[in-house]
């Protein structure tokens, strides 16, 4: 009975690394994601951003809160992320003077209000933008940023 409980206690041990590991991975990841979304709103947004994502989570908070002001709804943001499953119809009242971007392409395929996702496809981070939206919204991209222009 010993050896059982010592044999299971060692084989718990061997998998808390892996845990671990999995959980450094996705802060890993949500970092990146929050820093390329800043670099996203530097050269969309022309005021200071104030940034709402519907149903934040706390691990996304710590991330997001340190390079924006975070707003708890969508009226006081002028930049929407929508990152879960949620119509834009339900987030605003007033759509005026904002920007919506998203984490789903098909999203941002079949919604005309989104100028631009970002995704990850195959474990790599994606940038897409659809260039009529963004001359609709009068948004002009760096060079560096012409590579991610869809023409659709």
Known sequence: MRNLILIIALFSLSYSDTYTFLVNKYDKEMELESKIIKKITNITVKQKVVLFIPK???SEVKFYSKLFTLSNNCE???????????????????KSGKLYFTNNYKKLLNNKDYFGAFFWSKSRPNIVFIKKRLDKMLISLPNSYKQFIEDI
């Open 76 to 94: 006081e943001a002028n930049f929407i992320f929508v990152k879960k499953n949620i119509t834009k119809d339900s987030l605003c009242k007033n």
């Open 56 to 58: 934040i989570t706390k």
